[in-house]
């Protein structure tokens, strides 16, 4: 069967807010990885807490596990954080605090800021949360460009959104952006909800499809491999006949059950790739 290479997959914090950051680094070292997808979540790194001194504490924990960060993804759906929002104020503090997340970046050597769309008011017209999306992923994009920052752009699911929730959408703001330093995200569960395909994605994007999170679903849900109906054993073998060279993680958040036992979900997951791996191709 089509395999990727091992070391396309990557860590990441999902699931272990409820941990100190030095046992998780800790953990997904033991797991065998070298990179992290850095979940920016309060106790970890969020945008609130994010001091000068606090970034330099994360960076020294990573460099001590021997892990490097892939990507930086704040927290910003669950928190009063929006890019998209129509009050304006918040729109434009979201937008700065997302232009120091860029800042924090550089600081933590990571190649990506992990960002999604925000949401409008839902009893206004769909252009105009669409424009407050732009502007803000323009600001942002030039921002983190000017860090030597690449960018990473996920949709979501309806309920999370009312800007971006497919392929098609991602490709439209993709081109009305003309950012040259703005890839994207391909996640699971968001594709199936969408009725996207791994082809789909493969044929939009081409080597612009830089990041996968894989997780199971009903076909909703962030779900641990196995505990939804997803196929996510054929999407990771598409991916591999369709050449794709980016990372692949898991984001298995659930009802938040497995915040209780991260290290049971994530070798449960682990287990299930290990058939879709290749271990002999070496990261040069």
Known sequence: MPQLAAHQLIGANFSFQHFPFDEVARTIRDFG??????WGIAQHLDLFHATDTRVESVRRVLADSGLSTW????????YPIDIASGDEDLRRDSI???????????ALGARYLFLTPGRGYENEAPQVAWDHALEGLAMIAAHAGRNGV????????????NVINDAAGLRRMLDQLGADNMDVVLDTVAMATAGDTVAGYVDLFGARLAHVQLVDGTPSGHLVWG?????????VSELASAGYVGKITFEPFGNGCYALDPIGAWTRCLNAIEPYLNRATVLA
């Open 71 to 78: 990507c930086f993804t704040p927290e910003q759906v669950l």
């Open 33 to 38: 990885m070298r990179e992290i997808e850095l």
């Open 150 to 161: 690449r960018c990473l752009l996920e949709p979501l699911q309806r309920f999370e959104t």
């Open 227 to 235: 505990d939804g109906i997803l196929p996510l054993g054929r999407f």
């Open 96 to 106: 700065e605090r997302f232009c120091r997340a860029a800042d924090i970046c550089a």
